[in-house]
């Protein structure tokens, strides 16, 4: 029996979001690859700045290849530069790998980021190409499912290591770790052109007959005249059409149209939000962290690998909810809790400190941290990712997911290089900044960022246009995330004089009409 359209499609989406397990592990391994004694001394007893920078150069080489993936992605496909990425991401794993000073630890960290960076954007970007409204939610938040299996894999691998060498006293202790980094890259760069190329970026290359014959295999088991991949095909080309009329120069509109700009600080503020909720800081310097509390190295590490199965637990919650509860009140929610999490473990560490011996404070502080990965886990982590690429329409969403990457990269290497300097100087008082964070967080995205599960991408500057700035005084409905699909498998458009079929046949739908369809269907009141 054949997989059901579906199914095949949040499976390919499931494949390409494999860079994500290189960004999750080499997010993990380097708490467990600092301590070791020999990497330290391989590396020369680096400083807590130096530290930081190691740390830092794969969020900066991150940050660096999004200056110029977004115009890659649109100019030689999303599947093709997936494999520029892992090619990138190998070469940096390797010098990693056979580091003989702390320069090498620089250039490989600083290379391998460049090819995470490239993988991190690209996979969200491709899976919301490739996805019906109704599933778009559950595929694009894979990214963070796959990061999570990344990150347990790199604890229970950095926590064998650390603990069966003696606590990093050999070598392989931290080059086995370095090394296994590699492996997901292999698969991922010889079978990424197995899979189906967008189908918005054929349509934008003239290459329409392919676009149409990818919406069949993708949604219709290769049937090209299904209803909902013939409505898919005249919305796309529609689409395609406006934009090359109105949007010549993408990177021009994206700071001069008034809407499309709108859309691109708010990607960059969520981005820069989730590091300022203090994922980072816990999933870098954990084995400091809890030295504060008095727990040593070698439990922490056991402690991070309990930790990776609750953020997995997380993940596996938002891909199953996501496109039933939406991304506004998720989003708003789990960055209070967050917060609250950061108040309550910065009164633990404040009043029992590591020289109190006080173990039930211990474990409600391990307890904070383990809450705080579920929250996170749950919503603020997995939608940072598909929320931007879902703002956006097919002429700038390459260019825009780009800038809001390098906004995330570029706030975790600012956060990777003060967490150092900032235990030394002020201690337990830096998680007061996170606790203020998540409050603010939430209070931000309450007031500014609109509901956007089930709007079709092809029709998201009309929805943006009619969301005003302060969003809770928006009358907009919001479809269920099937309705707005159920209505492009009965043939209604937004689009006026849209081909539905390959040749000539027109259909045309008043836009008030379809509002009035909206209101009547199982519908959602963004407040």
Request: hydrophobic share 45%; with cysteine; aromatic share 10%.
């Amino acid at each position: 029996m054949p997989l059901s359209p579906k199914w095949y499609t949040w499976l390919c989406g499931l494949f390409a979001s494999l860079g994500s397990v290189l960004f999750g592990y080499d997010l993990g391994i380097i708490a467990s690859v600092l301590p070791s004694s020999n990497f330290r001394e391989t590396t020369g007893q680096p400083t807590p700045g130096q530290e930081g920078l190691i740390v830092g150069l794969l969020l900066l080489g991150a940050f660096t290849s999004n200056i110029y993936v977004g115009t890659m992605a649109d100019s030689i496909g999303r599947r093709k530069s997936i494999m520029a990425g892992c090619v990138i991401f190998l070469i940096g794993g390797a010098i990693q790998t056979a580091a003989q000073n702390i320069g090498y630890m620089y250039g490989g960290r600083f290379c391998a980021g460049m090819g995470i960076g490239m993988l991190a954007m690209l996979a969200p970007l491709y899976q919301a190409e490739i996805a019906p409204p109704s599933i778009r939610g559950r595929l694009t938040t894979l990214q963070q499912f796959m990061l999570g299996i990344g990150a347990l894999i790199a604890s229970f691998i950095g926590y064998g290591c650390f603990h069966g060498s003696n606590e990093g006293a050999t070598g392989w202790a931290w080059r086995v770790p370095l090394a296994i980094q590699m492996l997901p890259a292999v698969p991922l760069l010889f079978f990424i052109l197995l899979l189906p190329e967008s189908p918005r970026y054929l349509a934008m290359k003239g290459r329409n007959d392919d676009c149409l014959r990818v919406l069949a295999r993708l949604h219709a088991h290769g049937d090209e005249s299904d209803s909902l991949v013939q409505s898919e095909y005249a919305e796309i080309l529609e689409q395609v059409r406006i934009e090359a009329e109105e949007t010549r120069d993408a990177w021009r509109r994206l700071f001069t149209s008034g809407s499309n700009f709108r859309r691109l600080v708010l990607g960059v503020a969520l981005q820069f939000s989730v590091q300022m909720t203090g994922v980072s800081v816990i999933q870098y310097y954990s084995p400091q962290i809890f030295a504060s509390i008095g727990i040593d190295a070698s439990t922490t590490l056991g402690l991070q690998s309990g930790n990776s199965v609750i953020a997995l637990i997380g993940e596996v919650l938002c891909i199953l909810f996501v496109d039933k509860l939406g991304r506004r009140w998720p989003l708003i929610t789990a960055n209070a809790l967050s917060g609250l999490t950061f108040v309550i473990g910065t009164c633990i560490i404040a009043i029992f400190p590591a020289d109190t011996n006080n173990h039930n404070a211990s474990r409600a502080f391990v307890s904070m941290t383990w809450i705080f990965n579920l929250v996170f886990s749950a919503a603020i982590g997995p939608l940072s990712w598909a929320i931007p690429v879902e703002m956006f329409n097919s002429a700038t969403r390459a260019r825009a997911t780009s800038i809001t990457s390098s906004a995330a990269w570029i706030s975790n290497f600012m956060i990777a290089q003060i967490t150092p300097v900032a235990f030394r100087t002020v201690g337990w008082r830096f998680y007061l900044v996170f606790a203020v964070c998540g409050f603010s967080n939430a209070l931000f995205f309450w007031a500014f960022m609109p509901e956007t599960r089930g709007i079709p991408l092809e029709e998201i500057d009309e929805y943006f246009a009619s969301v005003p700035l302060f969003v809770p005084a928006s009358k907009t409905y919001v479809p269920d995330a099937s309705a707005r699909e159920e209505e492009l498998r009965a043939g209604h458009l937004r689009h006026r004089n849209v081909s539905g079929k390959k040749g000539s046949e027109d259909a045309q739908l008043e836009e008030g009409s379809l509002r009035e369809k909206d209101s009547k269907r199982d519908v959602e009141h963004v407040e």
